[in-house]
């Protein structure tokens, strides 16, 4: 049976992590879901529901896993794939009005 208590503040920001997603996906309805960009708005909620599903897919095989190496490189793309969406969150406008969506 696999322990899954051993690294447990790793797969803690990792479940973190989930929670700031969830969090970025409610700011990005309230706060860009309006009239001038919400074809771009639409298409950012589908991509940060897709990089959801993908981060509770990481957080399933950390919470399983005993190996150091995977949970760390779980973490890594984790917060590697946070740091895209919350930029793409704070320049979304600016995006829109450049490629004119």
Known sequence: MRNSQRFKFP???????????????????LYYYKEPIIVCAQR????????????????YINYHSVNKIVVLATLFISSI?????????????????????
């Open 44 to 59: 950012m909620l589908v991509a940060q529901g897709i990089a959801l599903l993908f981060q509770v897919f990481l957080n």
């Open 11 to 29: 797969k803690t920001v990792l479940f973190g992590i989930t929670t700031a997603y969830l969090v970025l996906i409610i700011a990005t309805y």
């Open 81 to 101: 794939l946070l740091f895209g969406a919350i930029s793409a969150f704070f320049n979304l406008g600016l995006m829109c009005e450049l490629y004119g969506f």
